[in-house]
């Protein structure tokens, strides 16, 4: 092992960039490759390059410039973003791939260990040559000596993403384990190559080296120049498009990670000066004659992109810029959009044409905008007419602006139409910071308010006609409801309000914090109705556990394997007036909304400090703490209870039931029960704990007494053994002398051989469901629980 050394150099090479800005494709000596107006793209052909002075390796080595880069900035014009040699060429350790056959490395394109086929070539426009529907690429073709393991290489641009597509097989006579690693050393300074903020979503900003592995995988990652004002982005696409899912996902210290050409084990701890990314798709067996192809991408991170319908390339790019998030000066004294900059701001959309051979005609556009987003000028829908052969339509722009009372993650979407067969769908997100005004529907809702007040009476920080609202929180040391008094950024309630306000402010002498330090949040044994503190959207993954001095601050995970906290957070949706959960680490935790967490054990929640790529607060602020006190920092997707299936209704053992209840205006379609071969007949991650519930409402649970500190009311339970299996069910609502109807909407479903029998314990009257469609009762003059028991088994089984 030896110590790899860089130099930071100040070096043009306006040489190489005149060559290649010119012409689709090129060769430059030692190197070859091909350019469009957003990309070079450069992989080696001998072993002859020099870095920082010394001979280093070159053959098989790839390397990544922009050209125009981000079209709205021109800080990373002719930049490069993977690390190059001395001439600007790739080589050496700075841009490689890895062949891992039987535990053996190979570099792609070494001498020692093998020979091209095909030395890298670039497309040849006048000769038709290594020119696919979607245009150019640069083209390599290697065979490894020991084991007969044939790699070819293609590395081509799509719009401003470098495409790496490698296929292996095996020329052997018997069976060799094949893997494949690429290593980039990343740069988004240029050759000083400094100052790296790599960005993972759901974990923000990654101080120390990391590696992702099996659901933590993201779908991209993204790296930075500066996260508040960023002039230079890259962005690795992982899972998207028609990349091929990696085993691992590696962010470290180049020196780290180059130092070995396959093994690599992070240091969790200290600094890092010099960031590489790395992607692992670990050995599989190829049998004689086999072949596996592996695809990612790595570019600028600018536009949000499609290129692919089902897995398949298509030939053109449909993208959509626009800023990524608003920053917030805070002032009372204005009105809510003039707190946001840039506001208003554009959206532009491109359509990029890569094919070699078919113009695009009658290319249209249209912009739908979420509530939160007005359009300022620009017509909605907009012809762009032709788009010739590898070239990109003009932008299309338009100007919104953010009204400033919704806030959070908003998404758009552009539509985009043409001949032949263009029909796509691009979405893009932007995070508005709150502002010191939102909506309060008329009815419910669980709120927090992201303020903090010298005076935080309820009836001070709102000021509205005291019989127009009511507030209550939810007192965990007492288990029951008390009238709120006092508003807490950081702490949940329940908010009713009489009338729709479209537009309320809280008194002007609130003061939103800065977010630049982490709060505290108090969690006492049992549920919690919690807030984000702070004016911009906090993933739920990067929200840590703190519990004393004595023991380490967790993750929600490792909070959850050591039992101090379930990882499910729950909302209430106001359009639905019923509860959704996640326990994705992607999962925003939104200004302005309440939230139920459950704790294990008494622990404090970390709400980190902000780290919103774009973002930042300024203005009348605080850094005061009321929350408790400031600390150092130390996949299922987001699921509606309407919608969310715990188990996949098939023929055979796994199936799943939906009960409804329906009782006055309220309603409840969270109820779920099921056997799956992958759940456990106790509780488990499949099952769904019920929150407490407000006010005027209807629930059912299936409750569980006997599950130790687990024990509940759930209103998801799925097991795993499939012969005749009995739920205990209750029915609970608080409204009196009210009509309670229960439903089974998508029993249909379930396999034919199953008999499903629902006993009223209250009556022992029981109805087989496949012979009725509802059963009601009436809740009578108290209201409170009804106890049902359900069993499912084989018909015949049940009586």
């Not at 005291?466 to 008390?482: G, H, I, K, L």
């Not at 508003?487 to 002498?509: E, Q």
């Not at 209840?661 to 759940?679: E, F, N």
């Not at 519930?693 to 209807?698: A, D, P, W």
Request: glycine share 8%; with cysteine.
């Amino acid at each position: 092992m030896f110590m790899l050394i860089k130099r930071c150099m100040i070096l043009w090479i306006a040489a190489l960039v005149a060559l290649l800005s010119g012409a689709v494709f090129c060769q430059v000596g030692e190197f070859t490759g091909i350019s469009n107006p957003y990309l070079i793209v450069l992989m080696g052909k001998t072993d002859s390059a020099k870095l920082a002075g010394d001979d280093v390796p070159r053959s098989g080595r790839w390397g990544i410039w922009t050209l125009a880069g981000d079209p709205e900035t021109t800080a990373d014009d002719n930049l490069p973003i993977i690390y190059p040699c001395d001439d600007g060429g790739p080589g050496d350790s700075l841009g490689y791939t890895t062949i891992y056959i039987d535990g053996r490395s190979v570099i792609f394109g070494d001498s020692t260990a093998g020979s091209w086929v095909l030395s890298p070539v670039p497309s040849d426009s006048s000769s038709g040559k290594y020119i696919g529907k979607n245009g150019f690429y640069v083209l390599g073709q290697y065979r490894v000596t020991e084991g007969k393991i044939w790699c070819q290489f293609k590395l081509s641009i799509v719009r401003d993403q470098a495409r790496f597509e490698v296929t292996l097989r095996n020329d052997d006579t018997q069976a060799h384990s094949v893997g494949l690693r690429h290593l980039g050393d990343l740069t988004v300074t240029g050759w000083a190559d400094s100052n790296a903020y790599p960005y993972i979503p759901g974990r923000g900003i990654v101080k120390s080296e990391t590696l992702l592995s099996g659901s933590d995988i993201p779908a991209y990652f993204e790296v930075f120049d500066d996260p508040q004002n960023p002039g230079v982005g890259v962005r690795n696409t992982i899972t998207l498009e028609d990349a091929t899912i990696p085993d691992r996902v590696g962010i470290g210290s180049w020196i780290n990670m180059a130092a070995d050409p396959w093994d690599w084990t992070p240091v969790p701890f200290g600094a890092v000066s010099d960031y590489a990314w790395a992607l692992w798709w670990d050995p599989v067996t190829l049998s004689p004659g086999q072949t596996r192809k592996i695809v990612t991408y790595y570019g600028v991170a600018a536009a949000s992109s499609s290129w692919t319908t089902s897995g398949k390339e298509d030939p053109w790019c449909v993208a959509v810029q626009g800023p990524r998030a608003l920053a917030i000066n805070y002032d009372p004294s204005v009105s809510p959009e003039l707190m946001l900059s840039p506001n208003p701001f554009k959206i532009k959309a491109y359509v990029y044409n890569l094919s070699h051979d078919i113009p695009l005609s009658n290319v249209s556009v249209s912009l739908s905008l979420p509530p939160g987003l007005e359009l300022v000028s620009g017509d909605a829908a907009q012809v762009i007419g032709l788009v010739g052969k590898e070239t990109e339509s003009a932008p299309v722009e338009w100007t919104v602006r953010a009204t400033g009372l919704v806030s959070g993650e908003l998404t758009y979407y552009v539509d985009f139409a043409g001949s032949p067969s263009l029909s796509k769908t691009v979405a893009r997100k932007i995070i508005i910071p709150a502002t010191g005004t939102t909506n309060f529907t008329a009815g419910w809702q669980m709120v927090t308010i992201p303020f903090n007040f010298a005076d935080p009476r309820i009836e001070s920080v709102l000021g509205f006609a005291p019989d127009t609202y009511s507030a209550y929180n939810w007192n965990p040391q007492t288990q029951t409801y008390e009238t709120l008094t006092l508003v807490t950024p950081g702490k949940g309630f329940w908010f009713y309000s009489t009338i729709n306000r479209a537009a309320a402010s809280v008194a002007s002498a609130g003061r939103p914090f800065t977010g630049t330090q982490s709060q505290m949040i108090r969690l006492y044994k049992g549920w919690n109705q919690i807030g984000n503190p702070f004016l911009y959207d906090i993933p739920w993954g990067r929200v840590k556990v703190y519990v004393d001095p004595w023991t380490d601050t967790m993750t929600i995970e490792e909070a959850y394997s050591k039992g101090y906290i379930k990882r499910t957070v729950y909302w209430f949706n106001t359009a639905t007036n019923e509860y959704e959960y996640s326990s994705d680490r992607q999962t925003l935790i939104t200004p302005w909304k309440g939230y139920w967490v459950k704790a294990l054990k008494d622990c404090y929640l970390v709400m980190p400090s902000i780290e919103q790529i774009g973002g930042s607060v300024g203005g009348n602020t605080t850094s005061s703490i009321s929350v408790a006190r400031a600390v150092k920092s130390i996949r299922p997707t987001v699921v509606s209870t309407r919608t969310r299936s715990a188990v996949s209704s098939t023929a055979g053992t796994t199936w799943s039931l939906r009960i409804v209840a329906m009782a006055g205006k309220a309603s409840d379609r969270a109820a779920l029960i099921g056997v799956d071969t992958r759940a456990s007949d106790g509780c488990d991650d499949v099952d769904v704990e019920r929150p407490p519930m407000g006010k005027n409402y209807v629930a059912v649970s299936f409750p569980h007494r006997d599950w130790g500190v687990a024990s509940g009311n759930y209103m998801v339970d799925v097991r795993r053994t499939a012969n005749t299996q009995v739920w205990d069910m209750e029915v609970a609502t608080d409204m009196r002398n009210t009509d309670v109807v229960l439903t089974w909407p998508n029993l249909s479903s379930l396999p034919r051989n199953l008999e499903v029998k629902l006993v009223d314990m209250s009556t022992g009257a029981s109805r087989f469901l496949r012979n009725t469609s509802s059963y009601k009762y009436n809740s009578g003059s108290a209201g409170g629980v009804r106890k049902f028991r359900i069993i499912v088994g084989a018909a015949g089984a049940v009586r």
